[in-house]
């Protein structure tokens, strides 16, 4: 397995321009989640999904979209960059509710917006 | 709301030192505890859990005691390696929650040979 995968690794944009985050797993997980993490705030909840077709708001969700179309994939948009959104963006999985609460991460994507 | 609040970093100790990160929590209900380690230019991984009072969670010789009553899970390990040097996250995971995890701040450790 490959576990948690993200794409890209790195990325810079300029104000305004928009951009995808890819993230896959292929482990069957339900629940799909997105983190950022900035120096001195830990990680916070961007969006999570439950399962194909249902994806709710976190605590930071403004700036994004996100869909779940698949198991597999959990894409997160930016509609507008902005420098404020300049962090590393983690993307997580874990099994649903009968399958423990271990969430598994991506190797991040590190986005700075100019 | 639900928080966790960890001793700040950095944290620098000469290998085969004590180590303790202190963690603290506000939660409602009966949260479960999570200590998970980062290292360099990596994702998180989890270290060890607990899910009810009293519990140890122990891995790869770390240990942390889920205590109700101080509303603590502190980080602990007897001798440190260089290669423990990482940045270290207490989370919880309330009783309310199925998804959502609460991070602390993060705490750096550096251990120099």
């Known amino acids: 397995n490959a576990g948690v995968t993200q794409t890209p690794k790195f990325q810079v944009l300029k104000t305004g321009q928009s951009m995808t985050l890819q993230c896959a797993q292929d482990?069957?997980?339900?629940?799909m989640s997105w983190y950022r993490q900035d120096p001195g705030m830990g990680l916070r909840l961007i969006h999570y999904?439950?399962?194909?077709?249902?994806?709710d708001q976190g605590e930071v969700p403004n700036g994004y979209n996100v869909s779940r179309s698949t198991t597999e994939d959990f894409p997160l948009r930016l509609l507008s960059a902005a420098p404020s959104q300049t962090s590393v963006y983690f993307c997580?999985?874990?099994?649903?509710?009968?399958?423990?609460?271990?969430?598994?991460f991506g190797p991040g994507t590190r986005l700075t917006v100019t | 709301g639900d928080s966790v609040t960890q001793m700040e970093g950095p944290v620098t100790l000469s290998e085969e030192a004590f180590l303790t990160i202190n963690c603290t929590y506000t939660?409602?209900?009966?949260?479960?505890l999570f200590w998970y380690v980062q290292y360099p230019g990596e994702g998180l991984q989890l270290l060890l859990k607990?899910?009810?009072?009293?519990d140890k969670g122990s891995n790869k010789g770390f240990e942390a005691t889920y205590r109700k009553e101080t509303t603590s899970f502190h980080l602990e390990k007897g001798s440190v390696q260089v290669s423990d040097s990482a940045v270290y996250f207490c989370?919880?995971?309330?009783?309310?929650?199925?998804?959502?995890?609460?991070f602390g701040k993060g705490t750096l450790l550096t251990v120099n040979p």
């Open positions: 997580a999985s874990r099994p649903g509710t009968s399958g423990g609460y271990e969430q598994y």
């Open positions: 482990m069957n997980h339900e629940y």
């Open positions: 989370a919880l995971r309330s009783g309310g929650s199925n998804y959502k995890l609460t």
């Open positions: 607990a899910t009810k009072a009293d």
């Open positions: 939660a409602t209900g009966y949260p479960s």
């Open positions: 999904s439950v399962g194909a077709g249902i994806t």
